[in-house]
C-alpha cells in the first residue's frame, strides 16, 4: 500500500500554497503476517521511471499535483519493482484528525526536537501526542533534515496503525472514512473486516524500515546548470534491490 502524505491544508490552500507529497511511503504486510516492511522514498528524489514510459524529471514530489495519485503509485511500482495494491492519500489536517480519532499515539522521542516553525517542543524520552502534536512531530525537518523526519512519518503511520488495529478499539471505521474530506483511496470499503482482519493478524509481525537516502543514491547535491536545485539522482538498481528483499 502507499500511504501519501500532502502538504495541504485549507489554510495553505487559501494562500496559494503548492501541493507537494512530503510523505510517500509504501507499506507491505508479508503471506504469513509475521513481518510488515516499511519504505520511504526521498522528496527530492529526482528522474523516477514512470509507469507509462519514461521518466519524471522534477523532484517526485511534484507528481501527484501535476498527474494524480495513480501516476505516483504506478512511479514507485516501477521504481521499487513490485506492484502496489493499494493507495491512501491524506493533507496535513484529516492527518490530525486521524490521530485524534485513534485517541493519540505513543512515541519514543531519540533526542530532544524544537521548531518554531511548526510550533515544537519535545524533551526526549516516551511522548503521548494528540493529533495537532503528531503532525508537528512528522512535519518537522529543522533540526535535524528530511531523513530524520521521514523516519518520524514511518513512526507515526505504525504507531496509529497499532492503534486501529487493536481488538478492543471502537472506532466507527466507515463513519472515520467519511469524515476524512481530502481522503483519497481505492481500499473496497465493504473489505474493510478482512484488511482489519489482516492488520490484526500482522499486530506482532517483525518492522523493517528504511529512508532511501544516501545510501541508495548515484548523487546528492545541487546539479550544475539544471536549475533543479538540490537533488537525489537514485540507484534504481539498488532500491530495488533492497525492497524485494523486504516485500515479498
Known amino acids: 500500500m502507499l500511504v501519501a502524505g500532502i502538504d495541504s491544508s485549507p489554510s495553505r490552500v487559501r494562500r496559494n500554497f ?121 512535519r518537522t525537518r529543522h533540526q535535524d533534515g528530511d531523513f530524520a523526519r521521514q523516519g518520524r512519518q514511518q513512526q507515526v503511520l505504525m504507531a496509529v496503525f497499532r492503534k486501529l488495529v487493536r481488538p478492543k478499539a471502537k472506532i466507527d471505521f466507515h463513519h472515520l472514512l467519511r469524515s476524512l474530506r481530502s481522503l483519497k483511496t481505492d481500499l473496497p470499503l465493504d473489505e474493510l473486516p478482512t484488511l482489519l482482519a489482516i492488520g490484526r493478524r500482522s499486530a506482532d509481525a517483525t518492522i523493517s524500515h528504511e529512508v532511501l537516502g544516501p545510501g541508495y543514491a548515484r548523487f546528492m547535491g545541487i546539479e550544475p546548470g539544471t536549475g533543479r536545485g538540490w537533488v537525489i539522482i537514485p540507484n534504481l538498481a539498488r532500491m530495488r534491490a533492497y525492497v524485494r528483499s523486504v516485500m515479498r
Do not use: C
Open 18 to 138: 503548492p501541493v507537494n507529497t512530503d510523505a510517500m511511503i509504501v507499506v507491505s504486510v508479508n503471506r504469513r503476517h509475521n513481518r510488515i516492511a516499511i519504505v520511504s522514498l526521498p522528496r527530492d528524489t529526482v528522474d523516477i521511471p514512470l509507469k507509462g514510459g519514461g521518466s519524471w524529471p522534477r523532484k517526485i514530489n511534484s507528481l501527484y499535483a501535476a498527474r494524480g495519485i495513480n501516476a505516483l503509485q504506478g512511479a514507485l511500482e516501477r521504481t521499487y519493482g513490485v506492484p502496489i495494491d493499494y493507495h491512501v492519500a491524506l493533507n496535513m489536517a484529516d492527518f490530525g484528525e486521524l490521530v485524534d480519532a485513534v485517541g493519540g499515539v505513543n512515541v519514543r522521542v531519540p533526542y530532544a526536537l524544537y521548531d518554531s516553525t511548526v510550533h515544537i517542543a519535545l524533551s526526549a524520552g516516551r511522548h503521548h501526542l494528540d493529533g495537532d502534536q503528531a503532525l508537528h512531530y512528522a
